[in-house]
């Protein structure tokens, strides 16, 4: 066996260190890049999808070391259930449905939390037209409203009529298609639904903006909480830091989103090559305004939740949606995942 000189193995040594250094520093990004997370949006890609959408197209989260997929979604129930299956690791969801799920499924292992609040209200909504003589939330009272059985204006209706000491209204069930159609032929004299999805489908049906009714849940003694994001049981505990850099990826692409709403619509357009723009630019900028930069959410600040509301919130869907058990506040969300104060400065001041 040939010798090696001490300066050559003291080279060679060095060589060596240095090359695994380097394929340890490369092999940590490989690892990151490939953390992969599966997310599903509460609803199809429309005009409020951007706020996923933008810091996917802007490549945030690849950035921040993750690999995302956003799928469309049928409805938050939907959604929760399919995070709390393992079939998406976080979701979109409203704060309602989740908190449904976990009353009425308490022996659910992997059962979603939500981590980050994104709409402060809830977008529910009662519609009707001024030729129905409706002028005031009294009015529904004893009238034929319309909605799918799982829509969350429908579902929370009763803490809706109580704040309004209303009486009983008869309801009749449709696919979510038919709702703004039935209202504007009159099979009903009104229905609820999400206040930027069910207006501008009323519009699109021909209704004229001044002659649609609308009474926002939020406006209306209603302060339930919206949509917020949720992780899985299993996600949260076996890749914490994961959903911490999902987080902070997302609340820098949704400040791009509220600075410049109407161009971050090119991120659903690629998604979904077929949607009206123009309508999505509106639908977007309603959100925007109704649910995501409310006064409520600039005083309480984005992403977060005040507790005493949510307690109030989680005793009232337990009522209105007579769960199985009781709704602990305490389970249904965690503020551990939340990104630093400066990356939560995401609202615009309000003009």
Do not use: C
Not at 43 to 56: I, K, V
Not at 70 to 80: C, E, K, L, Q
Not at 123 to 145: H, N, R, T, Y
Not at 246 to 256: C, D, R, T, V
């Amino acid at each position: 066996m040939t010798a090696i000189s001490r300066p050559r193995r003291t080279l060679l040594s060095t060589l060596a260190a240095a090359t695994a250094l380097t394929w340890g520093a490369l092999g940590t990004t490989a690892v990151h890049a490939q953390t992969a997370i599966k997310f599903q949006l509460d609803w199809r890609f429309e005009g409020p999808a951007a706020l996923f959408l933008q810091p996917a197209a802007r490549g945030h989260f690849k950035q921040a070391g993750l690999d995302v997929t956003i799928d469309a979604g049928n409805g938050s129930g939907g959604t929760v259930t399919r995070v709390a299956s393992g079939s998406y690791d976080m979701g979109f969801a409203d704060m309602a449905a989740l908190m449904e799920f976990h009353a009425n499924n308490p022996d659910v292992p992997n059962k979603p939390v939500a981590v980050m609040m994104v709409y402060n209200n809830t977008p529910a909504a009662a519609f009707a037209l001024k030729k129905s003589g409706i002028k005031a939330p009294a009015d529904l009272a004893g009238k034929k409203l319309g909605a799918p059985v799982f829509d969350s204006g429908r579902k929370s209706w009763p803490i809706f009529a109580k704040a309004n000491k209303l009486g009983a209204v008869t309801w009749i069930t449709m696919d979510p298609p038919l709702r703004e159609t039935m209202l504007v032929r009159g099979d009903v004299d009104a229905i609820t639904g999400f206040s930027f999805t069910s207006l501008l489908n009323l519009e699109a049906r021909g209704a004229k903006p001044d002659e649609i009714v609308m009474f926002p849940y939020a406006q209306h003694g209603v302060k339930l909480y919206g949509n917020a994001i949720i992780a899985s049981a299993r996600i949260l505990k076996e890749n914490p830091e994961a959903v911490k850099a999902f987080l902070k990826a997302f609340a820098k692409g949704a400040k791009e989103v509220m600075a410049n709403p109407y161009a971050a619509i090119d991120s659903v357009k690629a998604r979904d090559g077929i949607i009206n723009v123009e309508l999505e630019k509106r639908r977007l900028k309603l959100a925007i305004e109704q649910v995501v930069n409310s006064p409520d959410a600039r005083a309480e600040g984005f992403g977060q939740v005040k507790l005493p509301r949510l307690a109030l919130m989680a005793s009232q869907v337990g009522d209105a949606f007579n769960t199985k058990t009781r709704v602990n506040p305490e389970a249904v969300w965690t503020p551990a995942y939340l990104p630093a104060a400066a990356d939560l400065n995401v609202l615009p001041a309000k003009k």
